[in-house]
């Protein structure tokens, strides 16, 4: 039986000012930090084999404290620009809650949680999986078929399109899908990488 661990970065910086961040490469806040360490120490007792992560900086922190804690920092990793959050085009950098007054809730929801519509310039949930979900099934899930146990570090929305098709969900229902940061999500998958139980750990 194959383990997979997804884990959404850290609190960033502008999660705490409450931006849309997207490509923006910004740093873990002081309590991103201290969620990665809890990760970690949730995930103690785990023996991973190799991870993968986005080429964000707040993913890779993530993934760099997670592996200290756990003591394995010599498994390997790769990077890869499939993994980023979803990419948020003319919103990125804005303040979450101007811009609902400027476009309105509803408006603003529909950007953020829908699966096709793009933001202004940017990249619908769509969009993201069309880049994650082919990299998933040619660099990750062998692995996973051979039995290795995996950790991803990533981010809301590239996690968000992950599980979309790991549990099948319709467009309606990951509308309302919410990742927490720094909260390993554990999946255990057959040797056909079908998910036999997932938890938050």
Do not use: C
Not at 134 to 151: A, Q
Request: charged share 30%; proline share 4%.
């Amino acid at each position: 039986m194959a383990r997979l661990v997804l884990l959404r970065h850290g609190e960033s910086q502008w999660n705490l000012e409450n931006r849309f961040t997207g490509w923006v490469d910004v740093p873990l806040s002081a309590r991103g930090i201290q969620e990665a360490k809890n990760a970690g120490d949730k995930l103690r007792g785990f023996t991973f084999d190799r991870a993968f992560t986005s080429v964000l900086v707040r993913a890779n922190e993530t993934l760099r404290l997670v592996l200290e804690g756990i003591g394995q920092t010599k498994i390997p990793v790769e990077r890869d620009k499939a993994l980023n959050e979803r990419m948020y085009g003319e919103l990125q950098g804005l303040n979450k809650a101007e811009t609902a007054k400027k476009y309105g809730d509803d408006q603003v929801k529909i950007w953020r949680r829908s699966f096709e519509v793009r933001p202004p310039g940017g990249e619908s949930l769509k969009d993201t999986a069309d880049r994650v979900l082919p990299y998933y099934e040619t660099r990750i899930k062998p692995h996973l078929l051979k039995g290795e146990s995996i950790l991803i570090a990533a981010h809301g929305n590239s996690l968000r399109a992950l599980v979309m098709q790991l549990e099948q969900l319709s467009k309606k229902q990951v509308l309302e899908l919410n990742i927490p940061t720094g909260v390993p999500l554990l999946y255990e998958l057959d040797e056909s990488g079908k998910v036999l139980s997932h938890r938050y750990l």
